[in-house]
């Protein structure tokens, strides 16, 4: 039997532009995860793979030109948002290579012998190696800063795992530049091409997390897609880890003294992030709790005059734009649900945006309306309207895990008066990052950064943004009264690669 052909599709017209690649097959899944077994002995040295991350992000720059025009085909994303996520990939590689360097991911701790303490501790030196290969799933939604040069495969190769990447059907051409620019770097420094594998379609995708080489998986996608990758990452006959990203609606809170004091301001701002990138965005705000009376009219009014400005866009493939439209359609048919702008089809290849209203009462109890606690993927929110604060505790307490939770505040809320801290307090079990006056769209690649969330924002407690996505790919071994000329030069007392660690108790840096 052939190989399915892999085409780059333009979806702003749904044509097929040029075949960029054939379906690989198991057998080739194997080579690619075996070839980038064969590559691990080449990343062991830290400043090789310093470099190797820094030339990475040197070529992508160069080749920025060529890989925004193939992405913008692909994705209909524009070149300024395309430009802008290549620099923002290209920085977060710097900043992994600059953790490399750094060492402190390392987690070395050394205890010398203590035969006073109960029981007595014997000479024990721990820190973390590298998992081995990983496996990375693509994001349709950033064909650079989460696909094959993103945060998954970044962290991955500072932690000195070599990658198979499985490229997301909606930018093939893409991923497939992009891996050659990668391999390219990786041979500037002796690292085998092998070290960054790509695998096109759905099989290879079940293929590569049940291969026995893989160790591990990162995941940015559907919760359908997600979950049934991360049940068979724990169906293998040894499991592995599944970090998975499947989905996050993102909740916003308005207290009823914010919107008093800045409806026009809060709603001009609601419309910016739930529209920002046609609503393709992980945390984008999907439901937003607004307070009835006055001042949640004209955070209304304002929201409704944002949205009706925003222009009808393009949808990353005709199959989101066919489930968005079908979502939108189902929610509005539901009772006491109205939509002061009508989200759906635009033209034959365009959605438009808009967003619905209910009463926050319909929320709180179990029912016919649990579909609007539901991502729905595309430029669209739901504003519940509440009476009073019971109402948005009922709402909080039947919401699944978030990536991100963000409450409006007034002034004199932000400066601790009123339930704001209570109402904080509520929204952190709930989000792996909560926002205060902000809007959740835009994640900062930053070491204190954490982009996940409990289930099912995320499949795990870690973070795939900053440097402590690199945690993910590591684990621990502990050296137990071990000889100083066999222990790694990481454990050593002199500690000749100058790391960061703790010694004796102490922190040393």
Known sequence: ???????????????????????????????????????????????????????????LDGARDQLVEAADAETALGPVRLTGELART????????????????????IDHPDPSATPPVPDLRRYKLPLGVVAVYAASNFPFAFSVPGGDTASALAAGCPVVVKAHPDHPATSELVAVVLRRAAAAHGIPEGVLGLVHGFDAGVDLVRHPLVTAAGFTGSVRGGRALFDAAAARPVPIPFHGELGSLNPVVVTEAAAAERAEEIGAGLAGSMTLG????????????APEGAAGDRLLKSLTAAVSDTEAGVLLDHRMRDNFVAGVRERGELPDVDAPVTPGAGSEHTVAPGYLTVPAARLAAEGVHDLLLEECFGPVTVVARYTDAAEITAVLSRLPGNLTATVQLSSDEAAGEGAAAGLLAELTPLAGRVLVNGWPTGVAVAPAQHHGGPYPATTSTSTSVGGTAVERWLRPVAYQSTPEALLPPELRDANPLGLPRRFNGRLEH
């Open 90 to 109: 290209c920085y977060q590689l710097r900043a992994f290579a600059d953790l490399v360097d750094e060492g402190s991911f390392l987690g070395v701790v």
């Open 278 to 289: 046609v609503g393709q965005f992980c945390v984008k705000p999907g439901l937003v709790l």
């Open 1 to 59: 039997m052939a190989a399915a052909p892999v085409w780059s599709v333009d979806p702003r017209t749904g044509k097929q532009r040029e075949q960029v690649a054939v379906e690989a097959t198991a057998e080739e899944v194997d080579e690619a995860v075996h070839a980038a077994h064969a590559a691990r002995g080449a990343l062991a040295d830290r400043a090789v793979r310093a470099a190797f991350l820094r030339s990475a992000a040197d070529l």
